[in-house]
Structure formats: structure tokens, C-alpha cells
């Protein structure tokens, strides 16, 4: 099974090489965005935030695809705004065209099959978790997603192994579920499978435009400037 997807994964990777793809900017080719997370990712970087000096901040929308996810496209689309959408993997069937939509607006990536923490798991589950949801989205998009984020935030040594290996860069948060504490280079974790997320989403909208604040992809934030880095027990992580 793992040869299999692998094998698909390829073949999918080859394909979207090769045939520009419409719903993502850059088409096939390789976006500054996606250079830049793969940088990180091979020096095995785990991303809180973005550079302080752009003036730019990344909303993340997690756990959907779900109820309030087509309220929160329709509000990023009005306001001009980009997002990046990490999504579980087994709640893809809530709305189908969730993935065309959110590819639109910035960036997909991976928050598991099943949303378990990744502390439960062990190498096979890794691979059922990780690896089952990412194929899922690249067959869809014709992308290889290259983002993930653990469920509730936590990170193992055997995970951080695995997804460097991948070439996969996690992207935790410096604000979660709040609009206040908002920086230049942020990374806001929201929800798009809470209510409150729509209101909330419209009001740091609000505040963002007011401080001349741009909300892009994780890609995009990346890219525009390199983040500081610095070191903790787990290995380099951006500084914050
Ligand atoms: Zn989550």
C-alpha cells in the first residue's frame, strides 16, 4: 500500500510538473512561495511566524473542511485576502468542492487523517495520518503539498523525523483564535469549524486593513522575507 502511494504520488508529482494547473497561482511552476517552504523544510525548520519587517501576516483555517468553511472563503474572497487551509484529511467529503475553493484563495496543507495528536502514534500511523491525507490533496490539486500542521500543536522527535524526510515544513502559530496580538509576520490559527471564526474572521479583516497589514499564504509570508531563525532543544525553529 505504502509502494502504491507513493507510486501515485510520483505520477501525480510528474503530472503537475508538467501540466500547469489552474486553481493555484504559478500554474506548474515552482512559485517563490513553494521554494521558499522547501528550503525550510529541508533544513528541518519548524515556522511559528514570518520576518517582523514585512508587512504582511498569514490567517490559517484548521480542521475543516466544515460548516462555517464556505463563510470563510466568501469573506477572504470579498475582503481581497489570501488564506492557507490545513485540513483533515477524512472531512474532505463535508464539502467537496472545499479543496477547488481554498486553492483559489492561497494554500493547502495537511492537519491529518483523522486528527489525532501525533503523540498516539507510531510509524505506520505516521504514514496512515500524514501521508493518506497529503495524497488525498494532491490527487485533487494537482500539487504537491509540502505544509502541515500537527493536531494541537504537538510535535514528537519521530514525527519532525518523518516529515523531514518528506520534505513536509510544519507551520505551528504565534496567535491563536484571537485578533489581538497581531504583528507583522503572525500566523494566526483559526477555525473554520467554529461558529465565532466568521465574526472573528471579519473584524481582524477589518483591523488588518486599518494598519496596512496584508493577509497572504504561509508560502507567500515565507517568501516575501526570509524568517529569523534561531535554535531550541527540538532543533532550528523560525524566531519569534
Ligand atoms: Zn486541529
Known sequence: ?????????????????ATPHPLVDGGGA????????DRLARGGVTVYCGNRRARLVALTFDDGPGPYTRAVTRTLRRAGA???????GERLAWWRGALRAEAGLGAIGDHTWTHRSLATLDGAGLNAEVGRTRSAEIARTGRIISLFRPPYGVRTPAADAYLRRLGVLQ????VADSGSGIRPGSIVLLHDTRPQTVPLLRSILRDL????L????????????RPRLTRDDRGPRTSC
Open 171 to 174: 507551520v505551528l502559530w504565534d
Open 209 to 212: 486593513r486599518r494598519r496596512h
Open 82 to 88: 489570501r488564506g492557507t487551509f490545513f485540513l483533515v
Open 30 to 37: 515552482r512559485t517563490a512561495g513553494e521554494l521558499a517552504v
Open 1 to 17: 500500500m505504502r509502494v502504491l502511494l507513493l507510486a501515485v504520488t510520483l505520477a501525480l508529482a510528474t503530472a503537475g510538473a
Open 214 to 225: 496584508r493577509a497572504v499564504t504561509v508560502p507567500e509570508l515565507l517568501a516575501a522575507a
